[in-house]
């Protein structure tokens, strides 16, 4: 029974994400909440003037750390398009050596991002179509991850190519970190 405790708990991670329901997670270990900034981002922007820098969030508040397991649920939403509505609960993540954020205009602004998991290709900037992708992002709703050797933070932010017009849709986007 013990050893399928952790196979229990990434079941119940992976059904809360596909529902808006992230309160119905019942992790073997303790989970913690990141409630998103729409307009936060670790990606190159371009003409982008509301856009916000993303906080590498320090794994030790997650309960997490590297060599650890870690499935992610995600509820609620980010409207992308005030004037369509259009909206997304599209989350990625990036873990680092380093809280540091680089500046905006450059391509990796995450300098000490470690890989974790399939690399999530990014889309270009709205202005300039300039490129966004880096090395070794994940997509936080794709399934668990192993933290990587070295990793002291993390990085997660919405997938958009111009993040000025994001706004939070009901109770805005959050993303529940569990270890299994």
Aim: net charge negative; with cysteine; proline share 7%.
């Amino acid at each position: 029974m013990r050893r399928f405790l952790p196979l229990l708990a990434l079941a119940l991670v992976l059904a809360a994400c596909d529902t808006d329901g992230i309160d119905t997670i019942t992790p073997t270990y303790d989970p913690v909440d990141v409630t998103l900034v729409p307009t936060d981002t670790y990606l190159r922007t371009n003409v982008d003037p509301e856009a916000t820098d993303a906080v590498g969030i320090p794994l030790d508040s997650l309960n997490i750390r590297p060599g650890d397991r870690v499935a992610f649920g995600v509820a609620g939403s980010v409207i992308l398009d005030p004037t369509s509505g259009f909206s997304s609960r599209d989350v990625m993540g990036v873990f680092s050596d380093s809280p540091v954020l680089g500046a905006s205009d450059q391509l990796v602004r995450v300098s000490g991002n470690l890989a974790a998991g399939r690399n999530y290709v990014s889309l270009v900037t709205a202005q300039g179509e300039l490129p966004t992708d880096i090395p070794n992002d994940f997509r936080v709703n794709g399934g668990p991850v192993t933290v990587p050797a070295g990793a002291t933070h993390m990085f997660i932010g919405i997938s958009d190519a111009y993040f000025s017009d994001n706004m939070a849709s009901g109770s805005g986007l959050r993303v529940r970190v569990v270890r299994i």
